[in-house]
């Protein structure tokens, strides 16, 4: 089983940038991982995937904004945020895309407010 553990986040005012990393406890370079977000009393979203290949998908409403990123070697995959937005605010969680139930972490709050 592999831990995720995902750090970087904050607050911010709308038009800054954040980067999020999500450091994992064993290899993921075989697998197609995602970034994902909750706001409390809404289900969880997806927000960007990045293939084993290195390929990338993002949520239409950060396209442009938002990139995601791995580092094999050091089993970390990361979600560089900018332009951000208050509506970006939430709970942001890696995991494997398909998501797996047993890798949810405990999340990396952001907040953008001014």
């Known amino acids: 089983q592999v831990q995720l553990v995902e750090s970087g986040g904050g607050l911010v005012q709308p038009g800054g940038s954040l980067r999020l990393s999500c450091a994992a406890s064993g290899s993921i370079s075989i697998n197609a991982m995602g970034w994902y977000r909750q706001v409390p009393g809404k289900q969880r979203e997806l927000v960007a995937i990045?293939?084993?290949?290195?390929?990338?998908n993002y949520a239409d409403s950060v396209k442009g904004r938002f990139t995601i990123s791995r580092d094999n070697a050091k089993n970390t995959v990361y979600l560089q945020m900018n332009s951000l937005k208050p509506e970006d605010t939430a709970d942001y969680y890696c995991?494997?895309?398909?998501?797996?139930?047993?890798?949810w972490g405990q999340g990396t709050q952001v907040t953008v407010s001014s």
């Open positions: 995991n494997k895309y398909p998501p797996k139930y047993d890798w």
């Open positions: 990045i293939a084993a290949d290195g390929s990338t």
